[in-house]
């Protein structure tokens, strides 16, 4: 046995029986660390990894009936790791949520997290939120009801307190709001997409959440009609599977940077951005953009034409979050189809 050995187990022989000797504990209940970290372990409770559930959705004329569940689900975030996260409806980001300008949204949250509260922050209404953003508790459900009335591409995420560990452990996702009269650039558009950037921390560490660097940021895609690829935030599949274009085609992204913590530089290797609507809003439009800067919960419509086939790759021009997975690809063919092959990399 080595010396400091001995000496750890002297030190903790004379506290027992100095201890006992004062008749504060019996000897029966000093259990050594090797057996204490195996009882420990075993009371553990499991990990709870609840199925994702479809988000509901209903529309009669312009009332919206919405209804998605906060659960515990397990997430792929990288080749060898998977995150228990909390998120919307057992997806990371949460699913896609698209209404028009001038629709009424009916909520209902579904919190089946058996231990904690959770709630629905909607970037993209007008409400109190001492009233319409309130918590959720284990095992019941809110109801609530608010107005759509400004157009963009918006974040949404729990609300909780302490808030920035709701998002960070992935309770965020995005909601589109048409413009009721659309985008001037609406026929000119022949594939749209929609991209969403996060960041994963140390799972469930709010000191790393609060004070550290991510240690993966990532894109996923969301469906925006069925058929379309619908992932979680990862760092591979938006690279092995990329998106498809034609050449000659105009593409549209609708893009959200849900943070919590790292701004998005967004920009498209190979290609200006012909026309850019800031946070989604007609109003807002820019032409001939290298990158658009999205701060934490920003969004934006980014258009532009591929002329040439290829590979073109989609980054936030932070490049050390590109190390750590931020980029998708687009894949440009002559048919809009994928003959295979390595994609390109940043």
């Given at each position: ?71 515990i689900t397990n997430i792929q975030i990288d080749k060898n790791v998977t995150y ?7 997806e990371a980001p949460g699913p896609l949520v698209v209404v028009n300008e001038g ?26 939120p001492s009233k319409k953003f309130i918590d959720v508790m284990p095992n019941e ?206």
């Open positions: 046995m080595k010396p400091f050995a001995k000496a750890t187990l002297a030190l903790s022989l004379t506290t027992v029986l100095l201890t006992t000797g004062c008749g504060g504990v019996n000897p029966t209940e000093v259990v050594a660390p090797k057996a204490q970290a195996a009882a420990d372990q075993q009371q553990a409770p499991e990990k709870i990894n609840q199925a994702p559930i479809p988000m509901k959705m209903d529309r009669k004329g312009t009332d919206v009936f919405i209804e998605m569940t906060a659960q228990n996260a909390w998120t919307f409806n057992g629709d009424t949204i009916h909520f209902n949250l579904k919190n089946m997290d058996p231990a904690v509260p959770h709630s629905m922050d909607f970037h993209a209404v007008h409400a109190a459900e809110g109801n609530f009801t608010y107005k759509a009335s400004n157009p963009g591409v918006f974040m949404y995420h729990c609300g909780t307190k302490p808030v920035l560990a709701h998002i960070a452990n992935g309770m965020h996702g995005v909601i589109i709001v048409k413009p009721k009269n659309g985008y001037p650039t609406d026929k000119q558009v022949d594939k749209e997409y929609v991209i969403i950037q996060n960041e994963w921390y140390r799972e469930k560490d709010l000191d790393d959440m609060t004070n550290g660097q991510p240690s993966q940021v990532v894109f996923s895609t969301k469906a925006l009609k069925e058929g379309m690829p619908n992932t979680n935030g990862d760092t591979f599949t938006l690279k092995e599977k990329p998106l498809l274009a034609k050449v000659g085609d105009t593409v549209r992204i609708y893009v959200n940077n849900v943070g919590p913590n790292r701004v998005s530089s967004f920009h498209v290797v190979g290609t200006v951005l012909d026309t850019v609507y800031l946070d989604g809003n007609p109003q807002n439009v820019l032409h001939g953009m290298q990158t658009v800067m999205l701060p934490a919960s920003g969004g934006a419509v980014v258009e532009f034409k591929v002329v040439e086939a290829g590979d073109y790759t989609i980054v936030t021009h932070q490049f050390n979050d590109v190390q750590k997975g931020a980029a998708a690809v687009l894949r440009v063919t002559e048919d809009g189809l994928d003959h295979g092959g390595k994609t390109m990399s940043h």
